[in-house]
Each structure stands twice: as C-alpha cells, then as structure tokens.
C-alpha cells in the first residue's frame, strides 16, 4: 500500500512542513543533514508523534488528520518501523521479539515454520532462541525488520537502518536491505544521512532541509542534478546501474566501465565528477578508462563548474572554473574523458 | 578524568590520619551494639522464646500485614511512580513531596495523620464507619494502612527512577508492532525494569516489617490484632528483656538477608 503524507509540527521554534509519499513497492529516501526533521516525520507517519496540521493517508485512509480530527493511534495503523539501534527488547528471546506483534494484535502467533517466510528469506532460522545480547548488529538488524514485518504491516519505515553498523557490516547489510526492499510490496521510506544508503537502496530521494522538503526526484537525477548546496556538497555523483563481470560493468543505458572490483552481478556504480578529467587530445597515462565524448551542459556550482557529457556511458564532470576557460568548453564539444578504475565505487545491488 | 579526580576512593589513597580515626569510631558506633545483641542473646533459650505466644503471634501479624503492606504499595505505588515519570502535570512538584513525605516525616506524626483521617471521627474515618461501619484504627487493616504509608515512598522513588532510566524508544517500537499503552506496560516496561521493581517491593516490604510509629499511634498495640514484631520487642523489654532480645534477633536476621539480596543494587558492587 501507499503512504501519502503532508507533515506539519514543530519542535520548539523548529517547525517542519514537509510533504512526502512512497507508492505501493516503491522505496523512498529521507535524505538530509541532522536536524532537518526526518526522523519526526518518519515519527509522525508511525502515529509516535501527532501532527499539527497537513495529513496523513495509508493507500486512501486518513491515519492523521487534525482537520477532521483523525487520529489512528500507532498500534492500529499497522506501519512497520526499524529504529537506528534496533531495540529488540533486551528480556526477550529472537522469536519472541519477531512474536511480539502478532501476539499484541491477537494474529495467530505460531510457529516459526515455513509460512514464515522472512525469518527464512531474512536467515534468522539459527538465531530464534538467543537472546538480544548474543547476537551481533547486523544480525540485529535483520531481526529487526522481521519483527516490523510479522505482523504484515502496510509500509515500512526505516530509520537509519544502517548507521548503527561498523563499515564492514554496513556494506554486506546495505546489499541484503536493498535486495530485501526490491520484493517487498507496499511502500517503504527510509531516514537517511548517509547518501550511500539513498543512491543504493531508493528509488526515490525527497531531500529535507532545515523542516522543508528541497527536491524530489528518482535517485539518479537527484544524485546527478542536486538542486541546493548541501546536497551538492553530498552528492553530485553519476550513478549507473549495470552488471559487473570480472571488473568490467556493462551499463544499463550503455556503455562499459571498467573498476577494480571483485563484485559480480547486479551492481550499483558511484562516480563523483571530481575523478572525471578533460582533455582536448587523448590523454596519455594508465588510466583504464578513457572515452571521446560531446559536452551537452556547462553550469557554475559553487567554486566548481559541472560539465555533462552525453555517453555512453552518460556522465557529469566538475572542473575548475580555469579548466573550462583554458580548453574552451561549451555545448557541443568533442572532448576526451579520463576516469581510473579504481574511482569507480561499486555496490553490489 | 584528571589524576586528581582519580586517586579519590582508590585503595591507593592515602587518607589523612584523623579521617580514619573517625570512619573506625563510625565503624565501632554502627557495629558493637550488634555484638552487644549478639552476646546478650540467651542462645539456650532462644526456641522456647520464639515459639511463646507473643513471638509468634507477632510473628505471624508481621508476616501477614508486612506483606499486605507491600502489596498495596506496589499496587498503588508503580502506577504513581508511572505518571510521575511519564506525565507533565500542573501540580507534580507538589505531589511528588507529598509523595515523599512519609520518607521525612517522623512515623509517629505519621500515624497521628492517619488518625485525623481515618479515625472515628476523621475527615474520612466518620463516612466509613457511619455508612459502612468500618472502623480502621486499632484493627489489623489499620496496620496495614499504617505501615503502607509509610513504606510506599521506598517503592515509588526506586520504579520512578527505573522508568526514567529506560529508553521510551522501546515503548515506542512496541505500539508500532500493535501493543496498546496497557501490553507495552506489561509486556515491556514492567519486564525491562524488572530489577528496579524487585528490590523496590523489598525495600518497601523491609520497612513494613520494621515499621513502629506509625503503627503504634493509628492501630495501637494489641497482642495478636496489631501488636507486630518491633511492638512486640517495645513491649517485652519491659516484662522480659531476653524475649526481647530474641525477637530483636529475628528482626535482625531479616534486615540482614535483605541488605545481601540487594547488594548489587545498594552496596555499590557491580551489577
């Protein structure tokens, strides 16, 4: 199912006004600095916080709504939520966790058995009868969002699923949480201030700022084309999805980039415009990809100009306002492109 | 931390000398008149002594309101020590003193309270026994209320403190997965501040069992209707110290079995 919301609140003299919506199967990134307000939004929609104004529908049904004076509370609004550091409560085992919510909503608690189908798809089989404490933070993790999702909720809400996790663990948990997200039907958003976790697990970026929503957008034209300077500063990355064999990833919309990676498969690639060069001749140099391309824009971003280049593949570089004097760079350009292999991020997707 | 700041309270410290001339007069103050009862207990007689009827039967009331007492405490105390940790209310300053009171108040004041309230003519006290001739004072109920009274403040300031302590988060996932305000409560706040709520009833149970003023002001000191345990030891001292002495012992044995239970929690070890 979907989420609509309209949230209007304030903490304080901070007063937030931020309209979002996650489409049945569609996943939905928060994106903003500490403080913008994502995390009472994401509050607001769970029913934890009552809004002031604006509303709140799950598919067509006002959960929230202070005109009408609707007010589902959280326990009947059937949103699944993860928090930042799991919560699993501490006095209960794996199973009664995962248990807790169909047995608070009178369901059929049961079994774990094979209806159960994410503690099988989640891997958690072999962890059912520990407790909290002996299991580690990604396995936490996926506990987690088992426990939000036995009870069948109608959304999901993520709160910084990953920020809880040591570098190591995020990478592996990101991979298993976008694959998770994929198949899951109803619509999911998530908290972020990490824009890895967007570009790698949304389908969607609203960005939030200072309690108003800045930009929306699908991921990759929110990651190439920032509208505001700190998502700029975040992000200004290409993103590319492809398919990676032996280094050599064959983009979706065309083109092949060559990245010193081990990952197979469905993968995610991240290019900051910073690791593109320009030249007017073929560069020389052991740089494994280099490309004729046409510039198609040239526009002035902070102290940086960013040039894009059509593919494929598609790409956006940021050189210095000097460089773009001194080989004279306009729309419409034959230039050759310069990228290492190894500034090419790869994620497993 | 600073060197300073960490040398304190180490074994390493080197205390001035008139520090420990006092902490050892402290020591001997706290200790020897629990070797003065150690060494005046008729050992010998100590069987026939606690099973006279006045030991007994004080026992058992003991016993029985002691437990009572904490019951009602527990009953009435944790949902208090909820609101006052989870409620913002006009007038929560004032409730948490009158709360805290009977911690400062001399029991027996506390006691003459309970009779301006509850006694015959009491504020309270004339509509019950008028309309349903209940008469509180100086019956086994009334020892109840007395030593509930005075006991409760134990249990209320330990679960408020717990409840402070626990991270509401959980409370909050809770109603996401479906639990009403009343499943979060049973299902998990009660159970995450487990600890806190055991020693808070044995607090409160210790000083019901030990209550005195409150106790022999409101319910007075009847043998097997109210006289209770430390009454009982007022009592005998007169007619028999050596009966004292044995029920003191008793009542010293209990105290110490619960100072041991809770040692985690008040002595300062880990937990």
């Known amino acids: 199912m979907s989420v609509t919301a309209r949230v209007v609140t304030h903490i304080g003299d901070f007063g937030i006004d931020a309209q979002i919506e996650a489409r049945p199967g569609e996943t939905v990134a928060l994106l903003g600095p500490n403080g913008a307000g994502k995390s009472t939004v994401l509050k ?65 608690a049961g079994k774990f058995n094979d209806d159960d189908t994410w503690v099988h798809a989640l891997d958690l089989t072999d962890l059912l009868d520990r ?64 824009p890895l976790d967007a570009l790698v697990l949304a389908d969607r970026i609203v960005v939030l700022e200072d309690g108003r929503v800045t930009q929306v957008g699908p991921t990759a034209e929110v990651a190439s084309q920032p509208r505001t300077d700190y998502l700029a500063a975040l992000l200004g990355v290409t993103l590319h999805r492809g398919v990676a064999a032996d280094g050599v990833i064959a983009c979706e919309s065309g083109g092949t980039l060559i990245a010193s990676t081990s990952v197979t498969g469905d993968v995610i690639t991240v290019i900051r415009p910073q690791a593109i060069s320009l030249h007017t001749h073929k560069p020389e140099g052991s740089a494994r990809n280099v490309w004729q391309t046409t510039v198609t824009t040239v526009e002035a971003h902070h102290d940086q100009m960013r040039v894009t280049l059509t593919g494929p593949p598609q790409l956006t570089a940021a050189v210095t306002p000097a460089a773009v004097a001194e080989l004279g760079i306009a729309p419409g350009q034959q230039l050759w492109a310069r990228l290492k292999a190894t500034d090419i991020t790869v994620h497993p997707a | 931390m600073t060197t300073a700041q960490r040398s304190v309270g180490k074994a390493s410290a080197k205390a001035p000398a008139i520090v420990m001339v006092f902490a050892l007069i402290a020591v001997a103050f706290l200790f020897i008149p629990l070797i003065g009862l150690l060494l005046e207990t008729p050992w010998a007689q100590l069987p026939a002594l606690l099973t006279s009827t006045t030991a007994t039967e004080a026992l058992r009331l003991s016993i029985v309101t002691s437990l009572l007492a904490a019951a009602v405490a527990t009953i009435l105390g944790v949902p208090l020590a909820w609101v006052l940790a989870r409620k913002e209310f006009t007038g929560q300053r004032f409730v948490r003193a009158i709360v805290l009171l009977p911690l400062v108040l001399p029991p027996v004041v506390g006691g003459v309270t ?49 409840l402070r302590n626990i991270d509401t988060r959980y409370e909050q996932v809770a109603r996401t997965l479906g639990a009403s305000p009343r499943t979060v409560l049973f299902r998990v706040t009660l159970p995450m501040i487990s600890a806190s709520l055991v020693a808070g009833i044995v607090l409160a149970w210790a000083r019901a069992l030990g209550e005195f003023g409150a106790t022999i002001t409101f319910a007075g ?32 044995a209990v105290s110490l079995t619960v100072l041991v239970s809770l040692r985690g929690r008040f002595l300062g070890s880990r937990t």
């Not at chain 1, 501490?90 to 047995?103: L, Y």
């Open chain 1, 131 to 194: 407790k909290p404490e002996q299991i580690s933070g990604g396995q936490a993790q996926r506990v987690a969002l088992a426990r939000a999702l036995a009870t069948n909720p109608r959304a999901l809400l993520l709160d910084e699923p990953l920020a809880a996790l040591d570098a190591a663990t995020k990478q592996s948990v990101r991979g298993e949480l976008r694959h998770f997200l994929q198949r899951f039907e109803h619509g999911s958003l998530l908290v972020t201030h990490d």
């Open chain 2, 221 to 252: 000191n009847f043998p097997g209707v109210t006289q209770t345990l430390p009454l009982a030891v007022y009592s005998t001292l007169e007619v028999s110290r050596d009966e004292a002495i044995a029920l003191s012992l008793v009542l010293l």
């Open chain 2, 114 to 162: 309970l009779l301006t309230a509850f006694g015959r003519r009491g504020l309270v006290g004339q509509y019950l026994y008028d309309w349903f001739g209940i008469q509180l004072p100086f019956s086994t109920a009334g020892v109840v209320m007395a030593e509930a009274f005075v006991a409760m403040p134990f249990l209320v300031i330990t679960v408020e403190g717990a």
């Open chain 1, 44 to 108: 607001a929609i769970a029913g934890l916080v009552p809004i002031e104004d604006g509303c709140i529908r799950i598919d067509s049904t006002p959960v929230d709504e202070p005109a009408s004076g609707t007010f589902i509370p959280p326990e009947h609004r059937r949103v699944g939520m993860v928090f930042q550091d799991y919560l699993l409560f501490p006095h209960m085992t794996v199973q009664q966790n995962i248990a807790f919510g169909r047995k608070s909503l009178k369901m059929p």
